[in-house]
């Protein structure tokens, strides 16, 4: 377990535990959850791959804001929860080759992370200095 004050070493143990976020998007019916697989830069940057016609790649490009959690919910040895949740903006980053598939980069505002092993409150993360 890290130790309490390592909120760094929190938010990738939280990273590392899936691959998968579920993605909120804003559409104009009102929002939308998507289950994406991504992956992370070391100052949080996530990026996924979607197509192009999804309503989830529809939605943030309309509109670049997105929230999201990233959370598995299988125990933690000796028990407990970990989880992120995230706030910011959505932007493509690479267009499809061949396979029809593009790259979207997420850039957090705002990132909180909870862990029920130390406390029942989250933590707000300071991007500043998160180090990851």
């Not at 697989?37 to 940057?45: A, V």
Request: proline share 5%; aromatic share 8%; hydrophobic share 35%.
């Amino acid at each position: 377990m890290p130790r309490k004050s390592n909120w760094n070493a929190r938010v990738k143990e939280a990273l590392d535990r899936t691959n998968i976020m579920a993605l909120s998007t804003l559409g104009a019916d009102g929002s939308w959850t998507s289950p994406v697989e991504y992956t992370y830069s070391p100052k949080l940057e996530l990026s996924f791959l979607s197509m192009i016609d999804t309503r989830h790649v529809a939605n943030l490009l309309a509109d670049s804001r997105v929230s999201l959690a990233i959370y598995n919910p299988e125990p933690l040895p000796g028990g407990g929860s970990l989880g992120l949740q995230v706030k910011g903006r959505a932007r493509l980053a690479s267009r499809a080759g061949k396979d029809g598939w593009h790259t979207f980069t997420i850039t957090p505002d705002e990132v909180w992370c909870f862990d029920s092993r130390i406390s029942r409150k989250r933590h707000k993360i300071d991007l500043a200095k998160l180090k990851i």
